[in-house]
């Protein structure tokens, strides 16, 4: 039985190889952070996230790096640095579609402006850009700051009980923070 396993994993690390000979070979050139067999940068997240960026970005820099990338586990991860090259990416309707980290939080927040992709997210980009822009933004600041005033209370006086089901609290705040907003 313990051969047939091995060599079912065996099999399955040979298919993984060979459908990613293509990837590798068009991502050959690209510099990037020393990559571990299997684990690839992963050993690099293991920090705090703000560590890991930090990391990644003194990377680019020290090396003067335009792109770079960065394998974890089985999955490429490209990194543009100038913003011109970003710009070219995102103004291409050919390349908007969401990675598969956002596909994982898809039953929980179904498909809207945060994991949509290509042309349904440029659309849904525009429609809201004017709701959140700066000046928009400042005209709420007030209000967002008693709300969180509110919310802090509410917390407050909710710790002083032996059990606390946040979740509820959360959902409350963010009720009254929205509604109290959108009907003002």
């Not at 051969?3 to 991502?27: E, G, P």
């Not at 990559?35 to 003067?64: C, I, N, Q, V």
């Not at 945060?114 to 349904?120: A, E, I, P, V």
């Amino acid at each position: 039985m313990a051969i047939v396993s091995l060599l079912v994993l065996l099999a399955i690390l040979m298919v993984k190889w060979w459908s990613n000979r293509r990837r590798a070979h068009l991502t050959n050139k690209l510099p990037g952070p020393y990559h571990y067999p299997f684990l690839g940068a992963l050993p690099y997240f293991l920090f705090s996230p703000d560590k890991t960026w930090r990391y990644l970005h003194k990377f680019a820099k020290t090396h003067a790096l335009p792109i770079y990338k960065t394998l974890v586990l089985n999955t490429l991860y490209v990194n543009l640095m100038v913003p011109e090259d970003i710009q070219v990416l995102l103004s291409s309707g050919k390349y908007l579609n969401k990675g598969q980290a956002y596909q994982l939080l898809e039953p929980w927040v179904g498909k809207g402006l945060f994991n949509s992709s290509g042309m349904k997210w440029r659309e849904r980009r525009k429609m809201t850009a004017p709701a959140f822009s700066i000046g928009t933004m400042r005209k709420f600041v007030e209000a967002f700051k008693e709300h969180a005033e509110r919310f802090t209370q509410l917390i407050e006086r909710e710790s002083k009980n032996e059990y606390t089901e946040i979740d509820s609290l959360v959902s409350k705040g963010t009720m009254h923070a929205v509604c109290g907003n959108t009907f003002q």
